[in-house]
């Protein structure tokens, strides 16, 4: 059965795996992100994909990347978290190390697409998915097609203000989503609570035990996180909200305290028949997303 390379490149880390027509993952790996350019992170992430090549019948590449992909799909043109890699052909580059297809689109739109098709957007007809990472990023499917507004997705939906004023990204916006509800943001608001540095994974353990301090933590995520899907629900009218990405996997600790306060700040008739969840697929929906196009 034929397999396709699937990459997830995020600001942070960039995952691999071999992926079927299904959705399921098999192999998956990670490797770090930043590097010094483009040329040192591509020779990493030939040698990791040649590896689960390897004895199998590769269907193609699939590339999800973190930013704002090109309209031909050739490469991301910006992210300020890895700026070494924009404008970088990316989808060459593959094509060429490779010798097959490659599909090359943005983190937010191929965690949508994998959502929509085998997780909680099943048949949802206006379909809003956020991912929760280094960054915050949104894709929307309508009438089961991808909405491509701007520079090849929805926009840039992350950067909604939350808090006006508040804590800067690194694209220069005040108190937005990226700055308040990303990894960073949330370990930026927990250096204010702790006493020692702590990342997101080690926060939601310490949430899931119990620690009074995280839970309010990711409960104050929740609410900032429900003032953005507030202000995009009213002009979207999404009737399916999936929050996918790492910070995700906090589950009913950040998505209660998000519904809740949705419920509070949308009038009725803009909340009537929303439903927000945890993406099913969580933090592998990108990863899945890259490489469905390959098999249909």
Known sequence: ???????DIGGRSTKLALAAADGSLEQ????PTPAADADEFLRRTFDSAAALAQGNDIAGVGISVAGFVRDDTSAM???????WLQGYPLRRAFEDRFGVPVALDADSNA?????YRLGVGRGAKRFLSLVIGTGVGGGMIVGGEVVRLAHGGLGDIGHVIV?????PCDSGCYGCAEATVSAPGIEARARRRFDEDLDVRQLIERARRGDQKAIELFAETGRLLAVAIASQAVILFPDVVAIAGGVAEAGDLLIGPAREAFQQLVGPFYRQDVTIAKAELGWQASLVGAALPLFH
């Open 1 to 7: 059965m034929k397999r396709a390379l699937a990459i």
């Open 77 to 83: 043109f910006y992210n300020p978290n890895i700026p």
């Open 28 to 31: 998956i790996t990670s490797l």
């Open 163 to 167: 808090e006006p004023f508040g804590m």
């Open 111 to 115: 965690a949508c697409v994998a959502e």
